[in-house]
């Protein structure tokens, strides 16, 4: 496996790559890889001759220094992570081969003011800004991101469809555990018994969800959310409510929506969605 840190050496094995007419898959992290992110590059090794996954924490995405700071990385893992899962090139720049010093910060425009855009400020900015970077480098065919974080997803899909339309992005379910929370780099910051009251509050969402007529409307099936949400112990909810898969809206039916929520766990937080 390469693992490349500069913008120049990667051209010249992309170069090598176009060459050959070998088709890229690229799997955009970072890093502190788990299962979640081996289904990404599962996917992307299926589907292309060759897969680069890129490890960047990007500063521009968080919105607090504190939480930037103590955002796992664990970069040895990672390399066998990667290189267990026949990964072919991992890129890892630095944030100065990045960014300019006085780097212009993109502005997202779609799905603005909900869910996690309401309450992580210019955090869908910071990851726009990044990609198109990153895009504009690796020049792949295709490119993976997961449902687990869906909203991001659906600015991804815009974003390619008005500025990378030679790109195809291709989304990818939701990876669990046996007990059903979705794997996360963040989960590494729970300690045993806030993982243990994550699985709980996870299986009472679950039970909660088969009980929802599959007939309800959206904003009947949001009322019985509330209902729901405020019985449990959370020390801090940005938001727990359903919304129409296509398009995020609250219009159509239960049965149409996903149910998206972003809680805490001490500073953690967990963000997950689930299908009806
Ligand atoms: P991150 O390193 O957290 O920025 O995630 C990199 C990519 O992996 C994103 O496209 C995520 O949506 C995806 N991802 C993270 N966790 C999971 C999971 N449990 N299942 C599937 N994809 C995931």
């Known amino acids: 496996m ?15 790559y176009q060459n050959r007419k070998y088709s890229i898959g690229f799997v955009p992290t970072m890093g502190a890889l788990h299962k979640g992110h081996g289904e990404l590059i599962k996917k992307s090794k299926n589907d292309n001759h060759k897969t680069i996954v890129s490890i960047f924490v ?21 390399y066998d992570f990667c290189s267990d899962n026949d990964v072919d090139l991992l890129f890892e720049p630095s944030s100065e081969e990045i960014y300019n010093k006085d780097e212009t ?27 198109n970077k990153f895009f504009s ?20 899909e815009k974003f390619i469809q008005e500025k990378y339309k030679f790109l195809e992005i291709v989304s990818v379910p939701t990876k669990r555990n046996e007990e059903g929370i979705a794997y996360s780099s963040r989960n590494e910051k729970l300690s045993k018994k806030q993982i243990q009251d994550f699985v709980s509050f996870h299986q009472k969402v679950e ?22 949400i405020v019985e449990q112990d959370i ?41 009806v």
């Not at 910060?105 to 990609?131: A, E, M, P, Q």
């Not at 039970?207 to 729901?228: C, V």
């Open 207 to 228: 039970n909660f969800l088969k009980s929802l007529e599959k007939s309800f409307d959206i904003n009947t099936a949001n009322q019985k959310a509330k209902d729901f």
């Open 2 to 16: 390469l693992i490349i840190k500069d913008i120049s050496n990667l051209q010249s094995y992309l170069t090598a």
């Open 105 to 131: 910060i993109l502005k997202n425009t779609n799905y603005n003011n909900i869910l996690c855009d309401k309450y992580r400020k210019g955090h869908f900015d910071g990851v726009i800004t990044v990609l």
């Open 235 to 275: 020390e801090e909810l940005d938001y727990f409510e359903f919304r129409n898969n296509n398009d995020l809206s609250f219009n159509g039916r239960v049965s149409e929506s996903r149910l998206f929520y972003a809680i805490y766990k001490g500073k953690v937080r967990l963000i997950d969605n689930l299908k």
């Open 137 to 156: 480098i690796v020049k792949s065919d295709k490119v993976y991101f997961g449902e687990k974080d869906f909203q991001q997803l659906k600015i991804i």
């Open 58 to 78: 990007n500063e521009k995405q968080f919105n607090s220094k504190e939480d930037f700071n103590s955002y796992p990385r664990n970069k040895g893992l990672d």
